[in-house]
């Protein structure tokens, strides 16, 4: 079955410490996205990838960094500078010709304490 | 600021009746409108999408844009349980890949 996977599910750290969280696709897409949701907001874009190894700042990429050396992959590492990452982490992907047609992974909840 | 506006909820349907979602946007040169649905812990998935003015019909959804108002809606006919979700519209204001999400409306269908 082609998807997105992300992993894990749930994910707990303690504050000061840096987390990567797991994105995966095989649906041969050139595209992905990282987006934080939070309780009453709208998505907001972290970072973004039309490429391998390139990518681009999104909204609210300050505290936040990412890596993609496969078009399969677009891991996504949360620093200790980000001063609030409790959140629910979604990643996607999609075409090139097609970008806004876009296919989410079932996301990551990460509280930090 | 861009902004895509939706009221929050939540929106009590009963079952069988139509559910109607709206949203507003502040960039009056906007292209690309999307509503994505999204079940309590789970991720959005894409439900439509309309790119010029007027409705676009696929089953039971109906989507509506008015680029003059600034206004996108999304109709739900006969209305189901399992339509009980959130509703997201996002809209993209420029020629990047960015789109700007609304906060989305909580949809409840009443049995």
């Known amino acids: 079955d082609g998807g997105i996977t992300q992993s894990p599910k749930y994910l707990f750290r303690k504050e000061g410490q840096n987390v990567t969280l797991s994105c995966e696709q095989n649906?041969?897409?050139?595209?992905m996205y990282w987006y934080r949701q939070d309780p009453g907001q709208g998505l907001r874009l972290i970072y973004y990838?039309?490429?391998?190894?390139?990518?681009q700042k999104g909204d609210i990429a300050e505290g936040y960094s990412v890596s993609r050396e496969k078009k399969e992959s677009f891991p996504l590492t949360v620093t200790s500078a980000q001063k609030n990452p409790t959140a629910f982490y979604l990643c996607?992907?999609?075409?090139?010709?097609?970008?806004?047609?876009?296919?989410f992974g079932p996301g990551t909840r990460l509280t930090v304490t | 600021q861009k902004e895509v506006e939706q009221n929050s909820g939540p929106l009590s349907v009963p079952e069988g009746a139509i559910a109607s979602l709206n949203c507003t946007y502040s960039?009056?040169?906007?292209?690309?409108f999307f509503w994505y649905r999204q079940y309590s812990g789970k991720s959005p998935e894409l439900i439509m999408s309309?790119?010029s003015n007027g409705d676009k019909e696929d089953g039971r959804f109906t989507a509506q844009l008015n680029k003059a108002s600034q206004y996108v809606s999304l109709l739900i006919r006969d209305s189901q349980p399992s339509d009980s979700a959130t509703y997201l519209c996002?809209?993209?204001?420029?020629?990047?890949?960015?789109?700007?999400w609304g906060a989305g409306t909580k949809l409840i269908i009443k049995p």
């Open positions: 996607a992907s999609s075409t090139l010709t097609a970008a806004y047609e876009q296919y």
């Open positions: 649906l041969n897409h050139d595209a």
């Open positions: 990838s039309q490429i391998v190894n390139d990518f």
């Open positions: 960039d009056r040169g906007s292209q690309s």
């Open positions: 309309i790119y």
């Open positions: 996002a809209v993209n204001m420029d020629s990047n890949y960015q789109l700007i």
